[in-house]
C-alpha cells in the first residue's frame, strides 16, 4: 500500500492588447486560475495532492472517476490545520466548494480498498479571489485622467475584458467537463463491448458442445448394439 503527494502551483499568464499607459494596470484583472489533471491510481493504493491557496480565496474541485471496476474512489479534503473537510467514500463524481485560509489544503484519492483494479480519476481545480482586485481597481484610476475624449473609458475596457474573460474561462470549464464525460462514458461502452463479446463466445461454445452431444445420444440410440452369431 503506498501513496504518492503532489504539489500544484499555478502560473499567471495574462496577455492584453492595450496601449502601454494600459498595460502599467494589467495587474488589475482577476486572474484566471483553473487547472485539470488525469491520472492512474493503481489498485491498493492513495494519492494526495498540495494546493496553497491565500486568505478568502475559493477553492472549487472537481473530480470523476472515468474507468475502473465500480467507477468509485475514497475522496479526503482537509484543511491546512489538519482538519477534515469533506470525505466520501465509494464515489463516482463529486463537486466541493470552500472559501479557504492561509496554507496548504490537502486532497487525496483512496484506492486501497480496491486488492486488483487501478482506476483512471480526472479532477479539476478552480480558483477565486486569488489577488487583492480591490487595490489593484483603485491603481487604474490614476489613469483615467485625461480620457474624456476617448469614447470608452479605461472601466468600461476594463469591465468589457473582465467579462470576455469570465466567460472564456467558463467556456473552457464546460468543455474540460464534456471531454471527462465523454471519456468516462467511452471507456464505459467498451467495457460493455468486450463482456457482450466474450459472453457470446461463451454461449457459442456451449452451443457447439450441446449439439454435439445431442448427436452422439441420438446415433446412440440406434445403433445396434446386438452381437451377431457366428
Known amino acids: 500500500m503506498g501513496e504518492m503527494v503532489s504539489r500544484f502551483s499555478f502560473p499567471v499568464l495574462l496577455l492584453v492588447a492595450l496601449p502601454p499607459v494600459l498595460l502599467l494596470g494589467a495587474d488589475g484583472f482577476t486572474p484566471s486560475l483553473d487547472s485539470d489533471f488525469t491520472f492512474t491510481l493503481p489498485a491498493g493504493q492513495k494519492e494526495c495532492f498540495y494546493q496553497p491557496m491565500p486568505l478568502k480565496a475559493s477553492l472549487e474541485i472537481e473530480y470523476q472517476v472515468l474507468d475502473g471496476a465500480g467507477l468509485d474512489i475514497d475522496f479526503h479534503l482537509a484543511s491546512p490545520e489538519g482538519r477534515t473537510l469533506v470525505y466520501e467514500q465509494r464515489k463516482s463524481d463529486g463537486v ?75 467556456s473552457g470549464h464546460i468543455q474540460t467537463l464534456l471531454r471527462a464525460f465523454e471519456a468516462r462514458d467511452r471507456n464505459i461502452q467498451e467495457s460493455n463491448y468486450d463482456r457482450v463479446n466474450f459472453w457470446s463466445m461463451v454461449n457459442l461454445v456451449v452451443m457447439v458442445l450441446v449439439s454435439a452431444i445431442q448427436v452422439y445420444m441420438l446415433k446412440s440410440l440406434f445403433e445396434d448394439k446386438r452381437k451377431s452369431r457366428t
Open 96 to 170: 466541493h466548494t470552500i472559501e479557504t485560509e492561509v496554507g496548504d489544503y490537502m486532497f487525496c484519492f483512496d484506492n486501497t480498498f480496491s486488492t486488483i483494479s487501478e482506476k483512471v480519476i480526472f479532477f479539476e481545480l478552480i480558483l477565486d479571489n486569488m489577488g487583492e482586485q480591490g487595490q489593484d481597481q483603485e491603481d487604474w484610476k490614476k489613469y483615467i485622467t485625461g480620457t474624456d475624449m476617448l469614447e470608452m473609458k479605461l472601466e468600461d475596457i476594463l469591465d468589457s475584458i473582465s467579462s470576455i474573460k469570465s466567460r472564456l474561462s467558463k
